[in-house]
């Protein structure tokens, strides 16, 4: 059994609960924002550009632990606060029930892979904070390291093939 000590530990799930509670922070401060400057798409949705689309930013966003998160930073900010407003201008325009009932089905897997992927790009600056604090093993290595990376870039790019598939098939229709 895993017990909390050890998911504090390890760089990749502490990566994971940072990110995620700075993402619903920026979230709530983009839907507090009141900014409501929505422009709505003018381009044809399909499965196979949504997986695209998805996949590219994801790949990115993993791409950022060479940059020590700077690129996850940018996005992080970005897409929270974005979502807030977006989240805000829909309840405003359409109620609760309605943005609830189309947003939901649609976060479900997207949310998580961009949680996941902007994770990835922090990874690095946990890792060091860790081992300066003398807080991770020494049996972590390069190894174990990229072990991880491609099971969670695979975890991602599964996440980002189920958004699509609901996106292209249920939330174009609410």
Not at 4 to 19: A, G, N, W
Not at 31 to 44: K, Q
């Given at each position: 059994m895993v017990n909390l000590k050890s998911i504090i530990r390890d760089p990749f799930y502490l990566?994971?609960?940072v990110t995620t509670v700075v993402f619903t922070l920026i979230l709530i401060f983009g839907y507090r924002s009141n900014l409501?400057?929505?422009?709505?798409?003018d381009y044809e949705i399909t499965f196979l550009t949504l997986v695209l689309h998805n996949s590219l930013l994801s790949l990115l966003n993993i791409v950022g632990l060479l940059t020590f998160g700077l690129l996850n930073i940018y996005t992080?900010?970005?897409?929270?606060?974005?979502?807030?407003?977006?989240?805000?201008?829909?309840?405003?325009?359409?109620?609760?029930?309605?943005?609830?009932g189309a947003?939901?089905?649609h976060a479900i897997f997207e949310l998580p892979s961009m949680?996941?992927?902007?994770?990835?790009?922090?990874?690095?600056?946990?890792?060091?904070?860790l081992k300066s604090m003398d807080l991770i093993s020494s049996k972590y290595s390069i190894k174990m390291f990229i072990k991880r990376l491609v099971i969670f870039t695979c975890i991602v790019l599964t996440l980002n093939i189920l958004a699509a598939?609901?996106?292209?098939?249920?939330s174009l229709h609410l």
């Amino acid at each position: 059994m895993v017990n909390l000590k050890s998911i504090i530990r390890d760089p990749f799930y502490l990566s994971i609960i940072v990110t995620t509670v700075v993402f619903t922070l920026i979230l709530i401060f983009g839907y507090r924002s009141n900014l409501n400057n929505i422009e709505s798409a003018d381009y044809e949705i399909t499965f196979l550009t949504l997986v695209l689309h998805n996949s590219l930013l994801s790949l990115l966003n993993i791409v950022g632990l060479l940059t020590f998160g700077l690129l996850n930073i940018y996005t992080l900010f970005l897409n929270a606060f974005e979502l807030g407003n977006i989240l805000n201008y829909s309840v405003n325009t359409n109620g609760l029930n309605q943005t609830l009932g189309a947003f939901i089905p649609h976060a479900i897997f997207e949310l998580p892979s961009m949680i996941i992927s902007l994770s990835l790009g922090f990874v690095p600056i946990c890792f060091i904070i860790l081992k300066s604090m003398d807080l991770i093993s020494s049996k972590y290595s390069i190894k174990m390291f990229i072990k991880r990376l491609v099971i969670f870039t695979c975890i991602v790019l599964t996440l980002n093939i189920l958004a699509a598939v609901v996106e292209s098939t249920l939330s174009l229709h609410l």
